[in-house]
């Protein structure tokens, strides 16, 4: 049972590697992404669509092209569990989306999906083997044609600064950006010299003290940043 | 100049597999993020806010564990060129961000950001070369506090069975899912079987001789589906 061009072993790890840890959601992912490219021409441009921002995104970003930052992956949550690749200039594509009416031979699978029973309470190594059993067959197919609006190409009409914050911003936002319009997610506390180490003055107010009593009640598979991905 | 774990070259390599084509946009994006890594504690639990949708996003995930999928990523588009990694419980963190004001001394750079002349008429290779020469050198850095909405842990209330589409979805979201309420990017136009291959039968209406004249029309550096990513 294949993922792409991985077998099921070596998919599960570039999962954990990608991801973090061996996210079921994503696993299944792996055999979403895998039926919808059987039913797709081999060769064409296609984009993507998520319909759920938990951990499919990362099997789409894994197996193919199409990325957040590339743009060439959109996720548009409406909270379903489905996938779709689509040619990227008419909308003709394939969407594949994990079936209720299909998991009912798989209880842990189900389970896991509906959320019947606590995290501590799931056996995640049958999990993990009744989903490489299952494979694609959890799934349905349909034929879908994705509305003009989602596949228009949006040319944006440059940059200028904001006279706020002095930082580029898309000049069709209005007079200033929208972070200063009121939508930036935090307070800034204070500008920092980036060409100053941050322990060589006033520059970093964080201690390492102050971070350790956090880190001590965490306990976790935890993964250092800046850890190569692979 | 490194970018965090790897060479300029390596990272460089890793943006092409990842991203597609070696978007100006994740080189720089990988100085910003080693930036702020250098700037917060070796260990901790730390998520990541991308204040763009274009290209950032894929340095974090390249270089963190932060991803689209598993949520330590989360793509707040206010349209500036800017990143901020922070511990995920308290919301203190670093921004990065590349400064307009320590451009001028990169004049391919501030062509490409401000997108001064036509993609046709810019040097890609020296582009590239003043990319990595100046490094870090044109982000700014700011400390941070993200505002506690943003680092609240969304706990969802459980699925249920769409009477509709007789998918399952967030039982919050109402009396049938948001697609069938209008929200769905696409029209089904027919339902597949997956377990007919699509060449047996009614269920691909998709003949390769459809997609071919758009695909030679379309002369790009196209990376085929469901390849390795590295």
Redesign the interface.
């Known amino acids: 049972m294949n993922v792409?061009?991985?077998t099921f072993e070596e998919y599960v790890n570039?999962v954990k590697s990608?991801?973090?840890?061996v996210?079921p959601?994503?696993v299944i992912g792996g055999f979403m992404?895998?039926?919808a490219?059987?039913?797709?021409?081999?060769?064409?441009?296609?984009d993507a669509?998520c319909?759920t921002?938990?951990?499919?995104?990362?099997?789409i970003?894994?197996?193919?092209?199409c990325?957040?930052?590339?743009?060439?992956l959109?996720?548009?949550d409406?909270?379903?569990?489905?996938i779709?690749?689509?040619?990227k200039?008419?909308?003709?594509?394939?969407?594949?989306?994990?079936?209720?009416?299909k998991i009912e031979a798989w209880p842990e699978i189900k389970s896991w999906?509906?959320?019947l029973k606590p995290r501590k309470e799931q056996n995640s190594q049958l999990l993990l083997e009744q989903i490489k059993e299952a494979g694609?067959?959890i799934?349905?197919?349909?034929?879908?044609?994705?509305?003009p609006?989602?596949i228009k190409i949006q040319h944006r009409g440059?940059?200028t600064?904001c006279p706020l914050?002095?930082?580029?911003?898309?000049v069709d936002?209005g007079r200033i950006?929208?972070?200063c319009q009121g939508?930036?997610?935090?307070?800034?506390?204070?500008?920092?010299?980036?060409?100053r180490?941050?322990n060589e003055g006033e520059s970093?107010?964080?201690t390492?003290s102050e971070?350790k009593e956090?880190?001590d009640v965490?306990s976790?598979n935890?993964?250092?940043?800046?850890?190569?991905?692979?």
Request: hydrophobic letters at 35%.
């Open positions: 792409c061009s991985y570039l990608f991801h973090g840890y996210a959601g994503v992404v895998d039926l490219l059987k039913h797709l021409p081999k060769d064409g441009l296609f669509i319909e921002s938990a951990c499919l995104p990362d099997a970003q894994l197996l193919t092209p990325s957040i930052g590339n743009r060439w959109k996720v548009i409406v909270g379903r569990f489905a779709t690749l689509y040619e200039y008419r909308g003709e594509g394939i969407r594949v989306f994990l079936d209720p009416a999906f509906f959320k694609a067959d799934c349905s197919i349909q034929q879908v044609k994705v509305k609006h989602f440059g940059f600064i914050c002095k930082e580029a911003y898309p936002d950006c929208r972070a939508e930036a997610p935090y307070m800034v506390s204070q500008i920092l010299d980036n060409r180490a941050p970093d107010n964080h390492e971070y956090e880190r965490i976790n935890q993964i250092r940043r800046g850890e190569k991905v692979q």
